[in-house]
């Protein structure tokens, strides 16, 4: 992971470790009035019961958007089985009642939840159905139909399996690695079905986003804390400046190329320049500092200038 800025400016990349029962957007909002930058786009959402990592492009990195490596993504979920709510999560109210699944068929049925996978959606998503958002329809109480798409599920890792009195499988935690897209309530929800059963989710947490940790994240109340710090404003700035990752960190996967002043002075008026390392896209960096100044996309043994970080 590379060191956290040490600079004024608010341009890069931010995680933050979002609280249950505060939304995506919420969680944005407090970082737009902490760092008084109104440029803030994000790697995913997180449902307003989930908790974890929110991956924020600040500034001038939110052109890197695009680009960003969010995969894979990986989940720690608690799945309650019997019970299967229209929502899919706790905060539901429960429409299907079903028996507890065994142990055994429980860990059968996991396999066939690997690789490519074809996943209806819930219907409290934020998919759009004829330009309106589905949880809004569900809401009003109109029947969803979405259409499947096909995620992808690296891996499930079993981290406990609690019985119910008669041994069957009341509650599992499981850890969850997949590709975007992927709806966790869903899968409980399809994984309970398919052995009979009903499920929920109870909890749900992000941990990974790509290259990026829960553990390396600051959480919204240190952000809020930092944005007054008693020794005052220039001093909440410079605290809030710490929190930021460099905008090269969005682009781990990028072979980087350094630059001369006179080849910085090229790239930012978006003229091609020699390429020097091998890739089909490039993060280009002043020589000098480290800092990115373009992502370049290969043409011939030449780079052309894409998204620029800094005005000519």
Known sequence: MPRRKTT????????????VGVSSHDA?????????????????TLDPFATGLLVLLVGRATRLLPHLSGEPKIYEATIRFG???DTED?????????????REALLAALPTFVGAIAQVPPAFSAKRVDGERAYAMARRGVTVDLAPV???????EVLALRPAADGRVAEAEVRITCGGG???????????RAVGSAAHLTALRRTRSGPFRVEDAVTLESLRAATTPSEGPAASRSVLSEMLLPPLAALPAHPVQPLA??????????????????????????????????LAERRGDRWQPRVVMHEA
């Open 150 to 156: 096909t995620i992808q599920v690296h891996r499930w």
């Open 182 to 192: 992927t709806y966790i309530r869903s899968l409980a929800r399809d994984l309970a």
């Open 28 to 44: 944005v909002s407090a970082a737009r009035r902490a760092l008084h930058e109104s440029r803030i786009g994000h790697g995913g």
């Open 8 to 19: 004024g400016t608010t341009d890069g990349v931010l995680l933050v470790d979002k609280p």
């Open 261 to 294: 002043a006179e080849e910085i002075a090229q790239v930012v008026r978006g003229i091609e320049i020699p390429a020097a390392v091998e890739g089909g896209w490039g993060a280009l960096t002043n020589a000098a500092s480290g800092a990115l100044v373009a």
């Open 83 to 85: 019970t299967e709510t």
């Open 90 to 102: 706790h905060l539901g109210t429960v429409a299907v009642e079903a028996p507890l699944p065994t």
